[in-house]
């Protein structure tokens, strides 16, 4: 929060500024919106940002959901797509001020000068931050040589703060490739890598995370979504399709990717600047998209440990255009397995998984999201592609699944022992 460009503003001027977020509602300033000039239908910029919901109220929202809240500050780098600006070195420490004086407004005691803002506003108990964003999508040499700066001063200060740095606004390329070594450099415990790419990169990319360094930097894979340019980007089923392909990826490799986040989640019908988005809505309906049910599948099955698996012998990386990934949940005793078939024909799978020994599978449950038409949407007057829950029989030591062509699948199998 507040998300992408938004902290840094058409201009610094126009940067989200956090102070101006909290207290009474109505002292708070207006304030231009970075994508007001962005909307190519409208002949007159009109997008901007009340600040009704501020950061108490995003601190509060994420205490309702049971979620760690994730704030991103400006670095004093405007959005390096509209504007130069940049704040000179020896300028930044209000800036790093701002950092600071964030961290104790979420976790500082009453006494504070922040800390006491946040009691005023009627939450006394600290929210308990853990992670600092700082800067979004910044690139080159003027980003790492400011963001040292505010690493020095919160370490300093707050070193149980987890700071999140950026590898840039592309999943490869130069500025991908310098940012990388330098967030290494600088220590920083999360990289937010953003890719907005085509199903086939989704699909092609599912190992990518297989041979990352596993001693460097976590990843927070902080805004991606398979844009179908030729659909438009449409939030059809192959956009869908292709992200559950790459999550079984994310997932495999929970060591390393540490979060994770679809990006964009809200847009109105009527008043949308970017697409795809995963809920959709008018002034009284809201839809939901094939992409947002691949998140919830996997939100709601996570699992707890991850455990390797196999297909008929061979690994689950994209080979024959299965992909999978398989967690066990402690809580349970359950085996989850999230199986995409992105063939357009049945597939017989034999998934064997490592760990089992004295164990059998048993009877589970199978949500399955499928649709022989990639092209599919879903709208606000129906909701066409959706999950369908089945029951599985019991399995033995191998779960034998006839998989149907283009199809997203979730089973959730018990285990016994071998008696």
């Known amino acids: 929060f507040p998300g992408g460009c938004i902290i840094e503003g058409n201009s610094l001027a126009t940067r989200y500024q956090w102070k101006n977020s909290v207290g009474p509602v109505e002292n708070r300033p207006l304030n231009e919106n970075r994508w007001n000039y962005t909307f190519k239908h409208k002949a007159f910029p009109d997008y901007f940002q009340t600040y009704g919901l501020g950061f108490f109220e995003y601190f509060q929202l994420a205490e309702d959901l049971g979620a760690e809240p994730l704030p991103v500050i400006s670095c004093g780098l405007s959005c390096q797509y509209e504007s130069n600006e940049v704040v000179p070195m020896d300028s930044l420490q209000p800036y790093v001020q701002d950092a600071l004086d964030l961290i104790e407004f979420a976790n500082g005691d009453t006494t504070s000068v922040w800390g006491k803002v946040r009691a005023q506003m009627g939450h006394p108990a600290p929210f308990g931050l853990k992670m600092l964003a700082v800067g979004n999508e910044q690139w080159g040499e003027v980003y790492p040589e400011r963001l040292e700066v505010f690493a020095k001063a919160i370490r300093q200060k707050y070193p149980d703060i987890q700071l999140v740095g950026s590898s840039g606004p592309s999943a490869s390329g130069d500025r991908f490739d310098y940012l990388w070594p330098e967030m290494k450099r600088l220590g920083v415990d999360l990289v937010d890598e953003h890719y907005y790419m085509s199903p ?15 001693k460097g930097p976590k990843v927070f894979a902080g805004e991606y979504a398979s844009h179908h340019k030729e659909t438009q980007k449409a939030n059809n089923f192959l956009s869908a399709l292709s992200e559950a392909a790459f999550m ?60 390797p698996l196999t297909n008929n012998g061979k690994p689950v990386t994209g080979q024959d255009s299965i992909y999978a990934s398989a967690t066990t949940d402690k809580a349970t005793g359950e085996i989850i397995i999230k199986i995409v078939n992105a063939n357009n024909k049945e597939y017989n799978a034999s998934f064997a998984i490592k760990g089992l020994k004295k164990n059998i599978l048993s009877d589970g449950v199978m949500y399955m999201l499928q649709d022989n038409n990639l092209l599919s949407t879903n709208s606000l007057d129906a909701e066409k592609v959706v999950p369908h829950m089945s029951q599985l029989p019991a399995m033995g030591q191998s779960l034998d699944l006839n998989l149907l062509p283009r199809s997203f699948i979730v089973a959730r199998v018990k285990t016994k022992p071998i008696k």
């Open 248 to 307: 079984t990826g994310l997932e495999r490799n929970a060591d390393i990717v540490r979060l994770a986040t679809y990006a964009p989640l809200f847009a109105h019908v009527d008043a949308w600047q970017w697409n795809p988005d995963m809920i959709w809505y008018d002034n009284l309906r809201s839809m939901r998209t094939p992409n947002y049910y691949v998140q919830q599948l996997y939100a709601m099955n996570p699992g707890t440990d991850v455990v």
């Open 200 to 214: 086939e990169w989704f699909f092609s990319n599912a190992a990518r995370y297989d041979n990352y360094d596993r």
